[in-house]
Nanobody
Framework: QVQLVESGGGLVQAGASLRLSCASS????????MGWFRQAPGKERQFVAA????????YYADSVKGRFTISRDNAKNTVYLQMNSLKPEDTAVYYC????????????????WGQGTQVTVFS
């Protein structure tokens, strides 16, 4: 059974940092491209970041470039999202995602999704 379990969300003030984690049981973790998405109330889910199987290719949404960093630890079957300089507009439920190709993850159609973790940023 495939599981993606996010953690690390919370309530923070603007300018603060948070690190999200996603523990995975998608079979051989190192075979999968991993990604992060977010969905704010009343809005569609949007791509945030993705990282290739070895970490050699990384993709970011323009809205988070320079503030967020995606990374992975294949030995721990975990992907991370370090979020710095948080803004109120970053408030959303953040979802972890996985698939075998970068195309499907970046296009928002990955095969596997986590349940999400809430991030709330107040000013």
């Amino acid at each position: 059974q495939v599981q993606l379990v996010e953690s690390g969300g919370g309530l923070v003030q603007a300018g603060a940092s948070l690190r999200l984690s996603c523990a995975s049981s998608v079979g051989t973790f190192s075979n999968y491209v991993m990604g992060w998405f977010r969905q704010a109330p009343g809005k569609e889910r949007q791509f945030v970041a993705a990282i290739s199987q070895t970490g050699s290719s990384i993709y970011y949404a323009d809205s988070v470039k320079g503030r967020f960093t995606i990374s992975r630890d294949n030995a721990k079957n975990t992907v991370y999202l370090q979020m710095n300089s948080l803004k109120p507009e970053d408030t959303a439920v953040y979802y972890c995602a996985a698939d075998l190709t970068s195309r499907t993850v970046v296009q928002g159609i990955p095969g596997y999704w986590g349940q999400g973790t809430q991030v709330t940023v107040f000013s």
